[in-house]
């Protein structure tokens, strides 16, 4: 079955900055990837979809990347903000579930 | 439009004991998904209904049911609650359901505590 990978180390960077986080998948390749935005106590919040024919997709300060060679999606949220602070989810359907990486915790500081 | 609810937004149930929680999909969404979140595990698959049908189930055992409505409304029930069960589970609708590759609404979940 499909496996999702992200990395569980918080990461922390300061506001102004680009914050890219890794979605690392195990098997085949997906025919997509969603990204979702999860604040404490909340349920997930859609945020971006890539297709496997596409390299890159865009929306406003949000850019995704997905390489199916490296089996991997990059994240991006530029001029970041304290308000983009969160849990960024990687989410794939396999065969029939959609299945969710345990998630990166995005700080960003003032 | 109005968002997924989801009802109660809290409980707190002793060991052995069976619950029942609900969800509203939003409107004209048929297709209902269920997870339950915990620290260790992430979000984990439960089960995903559409069109009062259950198309998928996750890796859950049998105390884990769930149900769907004509109004596309869910419920889901786990009986004889271990502490394990401990979580937050939350529901999502999308447009439709199966290999879709359609975002899912999630609503604000129940937290589930288990004594």
Known sequence: ?110 | KAGVTQTPRYLIKTRGQQVTLSCSPISGHRSVSWYQQTPGQGLQFLFEYFSETQRNKGNFPGRFSGRQFSNSRSEMNVSTLELGDSALYLCASSLVGGRSSYEQYFGPGTRLTVT
């Open chain 1, 1 to 110: 079955s499909q496996k999702i990978e992200q990395n569980s180390e918080a990461l922390n960077i300061q506001e102004g900055k680009t914050a890219t986080l890794t979605c690392n998948y195990t098997n085949y390749s997906p025919a997509y990837l969603q990204w979702y935005r999860q604040d404490p106590g909340r349920g997930p919040v859609f945020l971006l979809l890539i297709r496997e024919n596409e390299k890159e997709k865009r929306k406003e300060r949000l850019k995704v990347t997905f390489d199916t060679t490296l089996k991997q999606s990059l994240f991006h949220i530029t001029a970041s903000q304290p308000a983009d602070s969160a849990t960024y989810l990687c989410a794939t359907r396999g065969y029939s579930t959609l299945t969710f990486g345990k998630g990166t915790m995005l700080l960003v500081s003032p």
